[in-house]
């Protein structure tokens, strides 16, 4: 879950609290989603390999980040996404997406259920893409009004950080009170860290384990700073990009939006449609579940050294047949990798197709996805 750097504006970017840290580190700088953010620090390719290795520390605090409570909080959201929240406990989240009334994605969002209070109020944290945000806030509020919802913007009032990478839990827990290596995936939980109030929650955006930490600007800077000193490397979105990609996570806005539905996007897994009753697009899910849809998103592995970029044509005897959504050398694999939509017909594994790369074509095989695993993520239950 993520958002490209498309159609940035003359506006001045935005910039997190954690900015001078990253100028301090002589980060590599550049525009996304209306933000100035690290693109590197030491290098893509080390910074990859030191959160597959060990650990990487990423700023993320230009993404959305929101609070909700009220009584009616569950019942609201249940008719706003495709997967079932009522399946949650307190302390669990689920990855899920926003949807239009055509069954196309508005984002990708986390929804993480916090449980209710003595009064019977409902509460949770939601994050969203930084490129939608705006939209994001814009649609919630208008789907939850009229509601007993209380909806809180804290995107400007928070940092958020991510600590990724085999060693991100050991290196994490000396800044932090409670005890993260009991916690599942996708599970979360408050606590104190570096002496201050800190939401984290076991998730990522890298295909490895990790925690995403949400404090306060002065605790976050506290933390990176601590984080940086005990040997955790600091990353930045170029690195982001090549582990969520060798992942398979879908970025938003190029293998994910509003023409995209989950169904088509491998995504089914959470649309739970058989237990849970009436959602925004649910007619068009259920139309695709029963005829089956027509493309899909694919993963490619490259032969060679050419690399597959975004928009780049797939061709299959010679005719256009997709477009490569995302693609990057995977430092891990060390061949090219890419994600693209193609007809059904063509989209099982060892189905061998071309990408035209400036003029040329060049040969490329459809595989299983993700292309890593990581064998060093907790098991999830």
Same mark, same amino acid.
């Given at each position: 879950?993520?958002?490209?750097?498309?159609?940035?504006?003359?506006?001045?970017?935005?910039?997190?609290?954690?900015?001078?840290?990253?100028?301090?580190?002589?980060?590599?700088?550049?525009?996304?989603?209306?933000?100035?953010?690290?693109?590197?620090?030491?290098?893509?390719?080390?910074?990859?390999?030191?959160?597959?290795?060990?650990?990487?520390?990423?700023?993320?605090?230009?993404?959305?980040?929101?609070?909700?409570?009220?009584?009616?909080?569950?019942?609201?959201?249940?008719?706003?996404?495709?997967?079932?929240?009522?399946?949650?406990?307190? /302390? $669990?989240?689920? !990855?899920? =997406?926003?949807? +239009?009334?055509?069954? @196309? %994605?508005?984002?990708?969002?986390?929804?993480?259920?916090?449980?209710?209070?003595?009064?019977?109020?409902?509460?949770?944290?939601?994050?969203?893409?930084?490129?939608?945000?705006?939209?994001?806030?814009?649609?919630?509020?208008?789907?939850?009004?009229?509601?007993?919802?209380?909806?809180?913007?804290?995107?400007?009032?928070?940092?958020?950080?991510?600590?990724?990478?085999?060693?991100?839990?050991?290196?994490?827990?000396?800044?932090?009170?409670?005890?993260?290596?009991?916690?599942?995936?996708?599970?979360?939980?408050?606590?104190?860290?570096?002496?201050?109030?800190?939401?984290?929650?076991?998730?990522?955006?890298? /295909? $490895?384990?990790? !925690?995403? =930490?949400?404090? +306060?600007?002065?605790? @976050? %800077?506290?933390?990176?700073?601590?984080?940086?000193?005990?040997?955790?490397?600091?990353?930045?979105?170029?690195?982001?990009?090549?582990?969520?990609?060798?992942?398979?996570?879908?970025?938003?806005?190029?293998?994910?939006?509003?023409?995209?539905?989950?169904?088509?996007?491998?995504?089914?897994?959470?649309?739970?449609?058989?237990?849970?009753?009436?959602?925004?697009?649910?007619?068009?899910?259920?139309?695709?579940?029963?005829?089956?849809?027509?493309?899909?998103?694919?993963?490619?592995?490259?032969?060679?050294?050419?690399?597959?970029?975004?928009?780049?044509?797939?061709?299959?005897?010679?005719?256009?047949?997709?477009?490569?959504?995302?693609?990057?050398?995977?430092?891990?694999?060390?061949?090219? %990798?890419?994600?693209?939509?193609?007809?059904?017909?063509?989209?099982?594994?060892?189905?061998?197709?071309?990408?035209?790369?400036?003029?040329?074509?060049?040969?490329?095989?459809?595989?299983?996805?993700?292309?890593?695993?990581?064998?060093?993520?907790?098991?999830?239950?």
């Amino acid at each position: 879950m993520a958002t490209n750097a498309a159609n940035e504006t003359a506006q001045p970017l935005s910039r997190t609290p954690l900015y001078q840290e990253a100028i301090a580190l002589k980060a590599r700088m550049t525009a996304f989603s209306g933000w100035e953010m690290p693109v590197q620090f030491s290098g893509i390719n080390p910074e990859h390999q030191a959160v597959r290795t060990a650990a990487g520390l990423f700023d993320i605090s230009h993404m959305g980040m929101f609070s909700l409570c009220g009584k009616d909080l569950l019942t609201q959201m249940q008719g706003l996404v495709p997967s079932d929240l009522s399946r949650l406990q307190p /302390g $669990e989240g689920q !990855y899920t =997406v926003l949807l +239009n009334a055509k069954g @196309g %994605i508005l984002d990708d969002i986390i929804f993480y259920d916090q449980g209710q209070d003595e009064e019977g109020r409902h509460f949770a944290q939601v994050i969203v893409n930084a490129a939608t945000c705006a939209e994001d806030k814009a649609w919630l509020l208008a789907q939850l009004a009229g509601s007993d919802v209380e909806f809180q913007d804290l995107s400007k009032q928070k940092v958020l950080l991510a600590v990724q990478g085999p060693e991100a839990v050991q290196k994490l827990q000396q800044f932090v009170e409670v005890d993260l290596s009991v916690v599942k995936p996708f599970g979360h939980l408050q606590g104190s860290v570096c002496g201050g109030n800190g939401f984290l929650a076991r998730t990522g955006y890298t /295909g $490895e384990d990790g !925690y995403e =930490v949400m404090v +306060n600007p002065e605790t @976050g %800077i506290t933390l990176w700073r601590s984080l940086v000193n005990a040997g955790v490397t600091p990353c930045g979105l170029g690195c982001r990009d090549t582990l969520r990609l060798e992942a398979a996570m879908a970025l938003y806005g190029q293998d994910i939006d509003v023409t995209t539905t989950p169904l088509e996007a491998g995504l089914g897994w959470l649309v739970h449609l058989d237990t849970k009753g009436e959602f925004i697009g649910r007619e068009v899910l259920v139309k695709q579940k029963e005829t089956g849809v027509k493309r899909r998103l694919v993963g490619i592995e490259m032969q060679g050294r050419y690399i597959a970029r975004h928009g780049y044509p797939v061709m299959f005897e010679g005719k256009p047949v997709g477009e490569v959504t995302s693609g990057s050398w995977s430092p891990t694999l060390d061949h090219a %990798i890419a994600l693209a939509y193609l007809p059904v017909e063509l989209s099982k594994p060892g189905q061998s197709i071309e990408v035209e790369i400036r003029g040329k074509r060049y040969p490329g095989t459809v595989v299983k996805k993700p292309f890593y695993r990581s064998v060093n993520k907790p098991p999830k239950s």
